[in-house]
């Protein structure tokens, strides 16, 4: 039965659901699909499809997930940057036969979800680790401009190709420029005004929806050339199977990796970000719940959806406690799906348009830049890369370049470890050092370094050449190298061979070679690999300073305890 509750969370929270937890879901709720239900359909425009494909995303996934989810706060449903993920693969996709482009994006999220149950069931949840800060940033921001832009048409009233160039997409306009339609645009900029205007408040989105609507009626706005929704079909979605061509399929599997990974990235900063000690979500449940919630949003002719991180936090904060919020809010979608479409007719496209340049403008991250420039600026290369590819070469692009560049660098800095020549702090038996402490002074005849790093097979010749180099360079002839290997938490095969070839090539040059506050692990290795024997017991030491009075021939005058204790 335990094993049953790990896997459907609902068995183990609803049996105890308190009474006093229905008005913060219920609150919650109502809230979340206030903001859901605009963004659900202006979302969909991002991905383009119909609006109404985006408020089929928003009933399935809500519920699957309450069953299903490991955070009681997280919000599922359309956000924008799996929306434009759906467009860059549903733009460039040669469609057969009778397909369309609705049953594709439907195929598309019940792809996205067999890969995410798969890696849940395999508890791949560890691979987001790949996707370092530097590249979400660089990704998101350059995707929130891309996302932006590709709304412009809209909020222009001009016909620009589907495109996630940033580039491109300003050329089409300046070439469209002579065709600006003024009445859209105006709808438009009012849109955004007063979205800004009523920033702090969170059904700002549907006061917008509301207003549009009822100007578009006051001032036939439809008349005077103003794109409007127009027929939404009223009713729930039915069960259909998305059946699609094994040469669509194919070639959608790329984006629903890209998808599958991302949306997961998204749902679980999300709910760590609104996350109480007790309500942590679980990555390979997440995923496992995720792959749930897409399987069924594609069985109901829906698109991807993820946890979006503004829902989140307006859900967390309303007052959710558990995942009833979330059915709350897909009975809300639902009711208005049913009762409220023909409401919908006149709404202007631009002020959809509106919603979504206003909702991405948040996600524009320059806080993190001007971290790295003072901390870290290696990383932001990472960010700066991601970024500039992401806009000009597309955002499947950008992200794999993003996430390579993180990778090299990452080799290129296991393969150059920080390595320290260590000297010993006058009146103590403290090593640090040298560039680090002025006061500290070499020993003669020896040549003390510290790596900061495993030793594997890239780096350990890097240690190797440091090591004959900082000889070659000593003052004095040397008569002992020590190794401070408190840093060095694993060796593998190729550095152990290493390891014993110096050994050997000091040893010929009447070098002896000592090893310092080795770990447990390292010392159990070069135990059994006999490397110990090899060097000799003497060799080993707890402390640098007891290496040193070992390789000067002088008796150890502290206990090794103490100085263990001490370091």
């Known amino acids: 039965m335990d094993r049953l509750r790990r896997l459907v969370p609902i068995l183990a929270w609803l049996p105890r659901y308190r009474r006093a937890d229905l008005p913060g879901d219920l609150t919650a709720g ?6 859901l239900i605009p963004q659900a359909m202006a979302y969909a425009m991002i991905a383009g499809l119909p609006p109404i494909v985006g408020l089929y995303a928003a009933i399935a996934p809500p519920i699957v997930y309450a069953v299903f989810g490991s955070s009681p706060k997280l919000a599922v449903g359309p956000v924008a940057m799996d929306s434009l993920l759906v467009a860059a693969a549903l733009s460039s996709l040669a469609l057969v036969g009778g397909e369309t482009i609705v049953v594709a994006a439907a195929a598309l999220a019940a792809l996205v979800g067999l890969i995410q149950l798969a890696m849940g069931a395999l508890r791949l949840g560890f691979v987001v680790t790949f996707l370092s800060q530097p590249v979400l940033s660089g990704f ?13 048409g809209a909020l222009f009233g001009v016909k620009l190709s589907p495109s996630t160039g ?25 849109a955004v005004s007063l979205l800004i205007g009523l920033a702090r408040f969170r059904g700002k989105a549907i006061v917008v929806v509301a207003l549009a609507i009822i100007s578009s009626t006051l001032f036939d706005l439809a008349g005077r050339g103003v794109a409007v929704l127009g027929e939404i079909p009223a009713g729930l979605p039915g069960f259909a199977l998305p059946w699609i061509s094994s040469t669509t399929l194919i070639s959608l599997a790329p984006a629903a990796l890209t998808i599958a990974l991302l949306s997961f990235m998204e749902a679980i900063s999300s709910g760590l970000a609104v996350a109480g000690p007790d309500d942590r979500p679980d990555a390979d449940r997440e995923l496992v719940a995720l792959g749930l919630s897409n399987l069924a949003t594609g069985l109901m002719r829906g698109y991807p959806i993820a946890g979006g991180l503004s829902r989140t936090a307006v859900n967390a904060q309303a007052g959710a406690r558990t995942g009833l919020a979330g059915v709350f809010t897909a009975a809300i979608v639902a009711v208005a799906l049913l009762l409220l479409t023909p409401l919908l007719h006149g709404l202007p496209k631009a002020a959809l348009a509106a919603i979504i340049v206003v909702a991405v403008a948040g996600l524009v991250d320059l806080k993190l830049p001007r971290t790295l420039w003072r901390l870290r600026r290696r990383e932001l290369l990472t960010l700066g890369v991601t970024f500039a590819a992401t806009l000009t070469l597309g955002i499947t692009t950008g992200l794999a370049l993003g996430v390579l560049l993180s990778l090299v660098l990452f080799v290129l800095r296991t393969t150059r470890p920080h390595t320290a020549v260590l000297g010993r702090l006058p009146g103590t038996t403290v090593y640090r050092n040298l560039d680090r402490f002025p006061d500290a002074l070499p020993v003669p005849g020896l040549v003390i370094v510290r790596i900061d790093a495993q030793l594997y097979f890239a780096n350990v010749a890097f240690l190797r050449e440091t090591l004959m180099r900082l000889i070659d360079e000593a003052a004095t002839p040397v008569r002992g190298v020590i190794l401070d290997a408190a840093g060095i938490h694993d060796v593998d095969i190729s550095a152990l061979n290493t390891l014993q070839e110096l050994h050997r090539g000091l040893a010929a ?13 390292v010392r159990d290795l070069l135990a059994r690999s006999g490397f110990q024997d090899l060097l000799g017991a003497d060799k080993f030491a707890i402390t640098t300073h007891e290496a040193v009075q070992q390789a000067l021939g002088e008796r150890c005058s502290v206990d090794p305890r103490v100085l263990q204790a001490n370091h």
């Open 166 to 190: 940033l580039h491109t997409i300003l050329g089409e306009l300046w070439g469209a420029r002579a065709g600006i339609h003024v009445p859209t645009l105006l709808v438009g900029l009012a």
């Open 30 to 35: 109502l809230t979340t699909a206030v903001m």
């Open 509 to 521: 040059k009447d070098i002896a070679l000592y090893f310092a506050a080795v770990t447990g692990p």
């Open 140 to 152: 998101t921001s350059a995707a929130a401009l891309v996302i932006a832009a590709s709304q412009i």
